[in-house]
T-cell receptor, first 114, second 114 residues
Framework: QKEVEQNSGPLSVPEGAIASLNCTYS??????FFWYRQYSGKSPELIMS????GDKEDGRFTAQLNKASQYVSLLIRDSQPSDSATYLC??????????????FGKGTKLSVIP | DAGITQSPRYKITETGRQVTLMCHQT?????MFWYRQDLGHGLRLIYY???????DKGEVPDGYVVSRSKTENFPLTLESATRSQTSVYFC?????????????FGDGTRLSIL
């Protein structure tokens, strides 16, 4: 069973601070990793993807990947109340016959306090 | 507008009834997926499809039936609904099966079975 683990939270940070969201995964062969944001009552929305070790920045978001440690994280700089949501970590896992599926963590709920 | 559309958005039905959830995408994506999302379990894959007339089971397929006669449509049927199938259902699609392919989600169907 391929697993993706996230702290469920809630993670509370003050407005303007850096929010750090963490994810570990069990499948050493995983190559691709995604972060989704899900507002309450809404569908998951892709915000970042990362495929290589190191950092990838997109605006206020930075994804970090360490394949040796099987660890991926998402940093949100200058957090805003509008960032309050549940963040889902997803890992691409080989499912056979040339196909890949996403395995999702249960998500970390982030609350940004004004 | 291009995208992925689910219908209905909300559905209430009774145990033992058949119910079909619809999913339509305009991106011409090859792959389509059905997930259910429940508190404490996160997103779990029910079925997926690699192309028209090609479907395969996911993590929790029991009690569900899918078909894909056209690339753009991927309906999910609960043949005899049970209360345990009360959930939020999301349809998703991806361009191909590659490891680096993200999935894009519809708005979801909130299904209640009384």
């Amino acid at each position: 069973q391929k697993e993706v683990e996230q702290n469920s939270g809630p993670l509370s940070v003050p407005e303007g601070a850096i929010a750090s969201l963490n994810c570990t995964y069990s499948d050493r062969g995983s190559q691709s990793f995604f972060w989704y944001r899900q507002y309450s009552g809404k569908s998951p929305e892709l915000i970042m993807s990362i495929y290589s070790n190191g950092d990838k920045e997109d605006g206020r978001f930075t994804a970090q990947l360490n394949k040796a440690s099987q660890y991926v994280s998402l940093l949100i700089r200058d957090s805003q109340p509008s960032d309050s949501a549940t963040y889902l970590c997803a890992v691409s896992v080989y499912s056979g016959a040339g196909s890949y599926q996403l395995t999702f963590g249960k998500g970390t709920k982030l609350s940004v306090i004004p | 507008d291009a995208g992925i559309t689910q219908s209905p958005r909300y559905k209430i039905t009774e145990t033992g009834r058949q119910v079909t959830l619809m999913c339509h995408q305009t991106w011409s994506h090859s792959y389509m997926f059905w997930y259910r999302q429940d508190l404490g379990h996160g997103l779990r894959l029910i079925y997926y499809s690699a192309a028209a007339d090609i479907t395969d089971k996911g993590e929790v397929p029991d009690g569900y039936v899918v078909s894909r006669s056209k690339t753009e449509n991927f309906p999910l049927t609960l043949e005899s609904a049970t209360r345990s199938q009360t959930s939020v259902y999301f349809c998703a699609s991806s361009e191909s099966s590659g490891s680096n392919q993200p999935q894009h989600f519809g708005d979801g169907t909130r299904l209640s079975i009384l």
